[in-house]
Nanobody
Framework: QVQLVESGGGLVQPGGSLRLSCAGS????????MSWFRQAPGKEREGVSC????????YYTDSVKGRFIISRDSAKNSVVLQMNNLKPEDTAVYYC?????????????????WGVGTQVTVSS
């Protein structure tokens, strides 16, 4: 019933931009903290960004701050990650999740939900 589906990944040149979307079904995303994580080959999964469901405050890991923007598209029941000035080190599979740890724990589901991810490749 509850599902998250990421889209918008692809291959871009360094300095380029991508817009990732996370479409939810079975629940209203606006009421919950939503996060983006990423995992590169051979690397640990890392939190990228979170938007609070309580107050709308956002979090960004230092490496993307000033380049990435997380927002909600409420009309589409989705969360967006606008990625600008992309760097090769941004290459990873990007995942959307209800995991609220990046924002600080917020009340939500009994379990966390994850999408299956979308590939972002930044290369010349």
């Amino acid at each position: 019933q509850v599902q998250l589906v990421e889209s918008g990944g692809g291959l871009v040149q360094p300095g380029g931009s991508l817009r990732l979307s996370c479409a939810g079904s079975g629940f209203i995303l606006d009421y919950y903290a939503m996060s983006w994580f990423r995992q590169a080959p051979g690397k640990e999964r890392e939190g990228v960004s979170c938007i609070s469901g309580r107050n709308g405050r956002t979090y960004y890991t230092d490496s993307v701050k000033g380049r990435f923007i997380i927002s909600r598209d409420s009309a589409k029941n989705s969360v967006v990650l606008q990625m600008n000035n992309l760097k090769p080190e941004d290459t990873a599979v990007y995942y959307c999740t209800t995991d609220s740890s990046l924002c600080g724990h917020e009340m939500g589901f009994a379990i966390d939900y994850w999408g299956v991810g979308t590939q972002v490749t930044v290369s010349s």
